[in-house]
């Protein structure tokens, strides 16, 4: 069960972004000489693109409150998150501790050697 939540998410978000690409390829079609190469994206790109992944994930959470199923999948998802998360500040708050608990001495061998 814990591996087809994932899917079951990625599918819903894919769906919704084809049925988004779907539509907008209705829209009138842009000559190949209109676009230009580069490698840098401007403000506007990054503004439609950031508008279409809102428009994908409220299709999405949408779509997860109409169905029973897949809102204790999503549920489930976000307690899985919730956990790894909690397990991964853990061990870098762990590491952290452990680095900053031998600064003090390099860093009086650091001031011994100069």
Known sequence: ??????????ALIAGASTAQAQSASK???????????????????????????????????????EDPELKVAALRLAKESVNATQVIV?????????LLATCPNRLSMTTLSS
């Open 1 to 10: 069960m814990r591996r087809i939540i994932p899917v079951i998410l990625a």
């Open 27 to 65: 829209s009138p079609a842009v000559s190949k000489s209109a676009t230009i190469d580069r490698d840098s994206v401007s403000l506007a790109d990054v503004q439609r693109a950031a508008d279409e992944l809102a428009r994908t994930v409220q299709a999405a959470v949408k779509k997860i409150k």
């Open 90 to 98: 853990a061990t870098q708050a762990e590491t952290l501790q452990s």
